[in-house]
Every structure is written in structure tokens, then in C-alpha cells.
């Protein structure tokens, strides 16, 4: 068996006909046809309000900071367990950022401590779909709207998928996708922001085209246009958006490659030897699978180490994941750091994430379930 890296991009036999497409065209640059495709995609697909495309995930973080207006003082709950740009984005805006727990049974943000981390200095709360899974949204949403809070919804990881029936998405004020090399869908770096409320649309457009509202100037809205506020080059190239798109108009046949796959580990693994050992991924009854990522946790952190290494060392390039941001240097030098959040550290020190991508085939994966078999059988 060759060596079986962690990810391996999504590349499509027919992407290269839709790059090849925006070289015919000769127009490069960001906003063009294909941009407004997966835009439209987007917006039809999945009832998203309106569907702003970005160069990443980070700098849709960064646009949905500046529409909530956080300004230094700010304070916006993050879960401690999530990727640096879902705090950074704020941070650079000022915000304070209070770190929230994880639940027991999920990595995801634990809802029943939100609302004791509220002063009346909180702004947002930032939502992560952990692995495609949904956050308990109707908890989120209620305490939102009791204290008046926007929720941004870090979706990075969280394509097609569902809450109750509701696309991630479409439910927070705003929300960010991310389409970076590992995520289930990529253009290589890209991203998406979603404005899902009505008070932020006119200006999230200007925000996105450098702080003009050239995009009312070409709808014929304004005569001329101009520097109106904020903003920077959110936008992504046209050559990333053909690369996007090419993967949007098969993503039925990605997802179900992707689902199947994540079945197959869980099959594989759902063994009463092992179980004494690792825990499965739990999916909760309000939320769907976009198999984004095939996760366990190990019982004692000393076996995740050994575990990543005795994997390594036959081949098989598994990986921990997040590093709890409250544990951070970066937390720790601005005052953000040293609470208790023992779930956060649960997962940073025992999380297991076993290779999963288009291309992965039956064989590879058993291969390497018999090897996470045979570690524990030692
Ligand atoms: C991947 C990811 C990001 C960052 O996405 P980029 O497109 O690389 O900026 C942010 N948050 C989460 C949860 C992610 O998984």
C-alpha cells in the first residue's frame, strides 16, 4: 500500500475546461460571469439572501466583522475549539473575544453556556459547524434575539448541509464559507459570505468592492461611483470561480462519494473491542452529515499520540486538529486566555481525524481501519 496523505484537493477531469473558458473570455479579474454563477448557485440552491464569493473564508470572517459594526470595547463569543481566523476576524476590528466551551458529545459550541458569558459589551456570537455538523441553531438564535446579537455562522466546513431542513448559511444574520484545498469543495483559496439580513445588504456589496459602490453604479443605481466606506479586495478572481464552479455543477456526485466514504469508516470502526477505546463521531437529530471530515476521539490522550504515530509510521497520514485558542500565546498576551474550558481541551488533546477525500478508495480505507485495529490490539 503507497502512503495515504491526509487530503488530497478535489480536481475534476472537467475543471480545466472552465478555467480554460475565463482565458478565452480574457477577462481575469474578480466579479465576472462565474463569480455571479456561484453566487446564483448559492442564492437558488439553498435560499441564501444574497451571496457575496471572497478570496477566502478568513476574509468573509473579516467583511461580516466590519458589517456588525465591532469596534474596540466590542465583545464577541467564539468556541475556544475552532480554526484562529473565527477570532482573528474580529480581533482585528477590536473585539474582546470570550471563549465558549464545547459540548460533550460534539466539538461544537456548548449552548447551554452562552448566555452566562453575555455582558452588555457582547455584539455576536460566532457559531462553528464542527466537521459539517450543525450547532443547536434554535438555541443560538433565541438567545440572539433576546439580547440582540448578531450571529455569524462560521460554515467553513459546513457545504450542504442541514439544521431541521434549513440549510447552514441560511439561518445567522451573516455566514462563511470556506472553499480552501481541504474543504469538501475548492477553488485552491476561496470563500463566500452570506448576507442573510436585509439592514447589511447595500453595504456588504461595498464593503466587498473596495469600499465603492461600484456595484450599484454598474446596475445603474447611482450615476457615478465612488469612495463611500470601509472595505478592501474581497473579491476572488475569475480563474478561482471557474475552478468552483466546475465542482458546484457535480456537487451531488462529490457529496455522495464523500458520504459513502465516511460510512464506511464508521462501519468499520463500529466495534466493541475498539469502542472501549475511541468514541465515534455523534451526529444530533437536528443535524445531517456532509462528511467534511471523519473524526473520533480517543478515551486517554497518551493513546491519541501514540496512535498518530504508529499510523504514521505504516503509511497513513492521520492528524490531530485545533489547538484551543484560550490556550493560545496570542490569548494569553492579550488578557483572553486562562479559563476552564475542559471539553475544548478534550478535543485538542484526543481527536483523531483519519485521511477522507474524493479519491480515497474501499481499499485504502481498510487499510487503514486495520491499522487503527491493530494499534489497539498490542
Ligand atoms: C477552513 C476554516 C476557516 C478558514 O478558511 P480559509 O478559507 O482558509 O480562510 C475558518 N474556520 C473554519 C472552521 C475552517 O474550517
Redesign the pocket.
Known amino acids: 500500500m503507497n502512503a495515504i496523505p491526509f487530503n488530497k484537493p478535489c480536481i475534476l477531469d472537467d475543471s480545466l475546461k472552465y478555467v480554460s473558458e475565463v482565458f478565452q473570455k480574457g477577462k481575469l479579474c474578480g466579479n465576472g460571469d462565474f463569480t455571479k454563477k456561484c453566487q446564483t448557485f448559492f442564492e437558488t440552491g439553498y435560499g441564501f439572501k444574497k451571496c457575496l464569493m471572497t478570496s477566502?473564508?478568513?476574509?468573509a470572517?473579516e467583511m461580516a466583522a466590519i458589517l456588525c459594526n465591532i469596534r474596540p470595547g466590542d465583545e464577541v463569543i467564539v468556541p475556544s475549539y475552532?480554526?484562529v481566523?473565527?477570532a482573528l476576524a474580529f480581533v482585528r476590528q477590536g473585539a474582546k473575544i470570550v471563549f465558549a466551551d464545547s459540548e460533550t458529545m460534539t466539538p461544537n459550541i456548548d449552548t447551554s453556556k452562552i448566555e452566562s458569558l453575555i455582558s452588555p459589551n457582547t455584539k455576536a456570537i460566532v457559531p462553528?459547524h464542527?466537521a459539517g455538523v450543525a450547532c443547536d441553531m434554535e438555541q443560538i438564535m433565541r438567545i440572539a434575539d433576546k439580547y440582540g446579537l448578531w450571529v455569524v455562522e462560521?460554515a467553513?466546513?459546513a457545504v450542504d448541509s442541514f439544521y431541521n431542513g434549513r440549510p447552514l448559511g441560511s439561518i445567522g444574520h451573516l455566514s462563511a464559507f470556506?472553499?480552501?484545498e481541504?474543504?469538501n469543495i475548492t477553488s485552491g483559496?476561496?470563500?463566500l459570505l452570506v448576507v442573510n439580513d436585509d439592514r447589511l445588504l447595500t453595504r456588504a456589496e461595498i464593503i466587498w468592492e473596495k469600499g465603492t459602490n461600484r456595484s450599484q453604479f454598474f446596475r445603474g443605481e447611482v450615476n457615478k461611483y465612488g469612495w463611500v466606506d470601509t472595505g478592501s479586495s474581497f473579491l476572488p478572481s475569475e480563474l478561482n470561480a471557474a475552478l468552483l464552479y466546475s465542482q458546484l455543477i457535480h456537487l451531488k456526485m462529490i457529496q455522495d462519494r464523500r458520504i459513502a466514504l465516511w460510512n464506511h469508516y464508521f462501519r468499520q470502526l463500529d466495534d466493541p473491542a475498539l469502542n472501549e477505546h475511541i468514541v465515534l463521531p455523534y451526529i444530533p437529530e437536528y443535524a445531517t452529515n456532509n462528511a467534511h471530515m471523519f473524526y473520533f476521539t480517543c478515551r486517554k490522550a497518551d493513546a491519541r499520540t501514540a496512535l498518530l504515530s504508529y499510523l504514521k509510521d505504516h503509511g497513513v497520514h492521520a492528524t490531530f486538529h485545533y489547538l484551543s485558542l484560550h490556550n493560545s500565546d496570542f490569548a494569553k498576551n492579550h488578557g483572553l486566555g486562562g479559563q476552564y474550558l475542559p471539553q475544548a481541551d478534550f478535543y485538542t488533546d484526543n481527536l483523531v481525524r483519519l485521511p477522507l477525500y474524493f479519491t480515497l478508495s474501499e481499499d485504502e480505507q481498510t487499510y487503514v481501519t486495520s491499522v487503527v485495529k491493530e494499534f489497539f490490539r498490542r
Not at 56 to 59: A, K, P, V, W, Y
Open positions: 477566502s473564508c478568513t476574509d470572517l475552532t480554526f481566523s473565527t462553528v464542527y462560521d467553513a466546513q470556506s472553499f480552501h481541504t474543504k483559496e476561496g470563500g
